[in-house]
Structure formats: C-alpha cells, structure tokens
C-alpha cells in the first residue's frame, strides 16, 4: 500500500512539473480508483459472506436478454430488480465518498511532505550559514591571537586589562606561555593574579 502511495505521489508530481502523459493521467484519475473500489467491494463482499459468483448469476438470471426465462410475475421481478439497482447504486456512492476522502488525504499527505521537505532545505541552508559564520570567527580569533603574539608585552598587557574578562581569558589561554608570560609581568600584581587565577579554573 505504502509502494502505491509513493508511486501516486511521484505522479502527482510528475503532474505538477508538466510531466506527466495522458497514461499517467488516465491511470491516476480512472483506472487505480477503479481497482480500488473493486478492491473494497470484494473484500466487503468477503466479510459479509456472500458469494459473488451466485450474486451475479441471481442478478443475470433476471435480466430480459438472459436464456432462461421463469414464469414469475413480471412486475416482481423489475421491482426486486429495481431494489438492487438502488442498494447497489448506494454502495458504488458510499465507496465513491470513501475514496473520494482517501483521495483527500493523499493529497494532503502530499502537500505536508512537500511542506517538510521544503523546511528541511530551509534548515540545512541555515546550518551551511552558521558552519561559514563560525569558520570565519574562528579565523578572526586566530588572526587576534596572532597579533597579540607580535605585539609587545609593555603594548598588550594595558590593552587585555581593559577587555572584558571572558574575552581577555580567551586570549590569554591561547597565547603561547612565553608570550604569555612577559604580558603577565607588565601587568600590576592584582591583574596578574586575577588572570592566574581565572585560566586556572
């Protein structure tokens, strides 16, 4: 069943692009809702016991254009005859509703796939932006990091003290320990302390 969904849903949007032909077009809307309510019919059919074979005989037997005539009262016959035409026009509407709702959800199974696959395109675009934003952060970083490394210790040291201490921690664990070092030294004691004691934790 869920082979026939995909394969109705491909066509669907075979439609939808201007693909599909007039045997795509007649298998669609003619022939699978056909099969379909054939198939319920017999399976109802089943489940309530009844043969068909014996229904279709019992049906034929009363038609005018059939070999064996019975000597009944004609108007008995059309009226029975008449009964059936109507159940059974009443059974085809019944499975026309029901089909028509199978149909129904389908298509909005369809419409929801489509939606989701959509949102699924939208996110990973999104994650693509946000991997390139953090590949440039991090160069950014590195080249900060670069230039605190070239610059004086006597320059840098008054500069990382007046940054926030999150970032002036960031830097300083990155720098190496020499560089490192000779910026903790041009520091006052209590910065220097203060900064020790953060990379420490």
Do not use: C, H
């Amino acid at each position: 069943m869920a082979k026939k969904t995909k394969q109705t849903i491909e066509i669907i949007k075979a439609e939808k692009e201007g693909k599909g032909g007039a045997f795509q077009i007649l298998l669609l809307w003619i022939i699978i809702p056909l099969l379909f309510t054939t198939a319920l019919v017999l399976i109802l059919a089943k489940f309530a016991d009844v043969n068909v074979f014996d229904e279709a005989k019992k049906w034929t037997s009363n038609l005018p254009f059939t070999s064996e005539k019975k000597e009944e009262d004609p108007g008995v016959g059309n009226l029975v005859l008449e009964e059936r035409v109507v159940t059974m026009q009443a059974e085809i509407q019944e499975k026309e509703a029901q089909l028509f709702k199978v149909q129904q959800d389908l298509d909005k199974s369809a419409n929801e796939n489509e939606k989701l696959l959509i949102e699924q395109e939208k996110l990973l675009d999104e994650i693509a932006v946000l991997i390139r934003e953090k590949d440039d952060s991090k160069r950014n970083f590195k080249e900060i990091v670069n230039t605190f490394e070239k610059m004086s210790a006597k320059s840098s040291a008054p500069v990382i003290v007046k940054m926030s201490d999150a970032e002036a921690i960031r830097i300083l664990t990155n720098l190496k320990p020499d560089i490192l070092a000779s910026i903790l030294e041009k520091m006052s004691p209590e910065d220097a302390a203060k900064y020790t004691t953060m990379m420490t934790k």
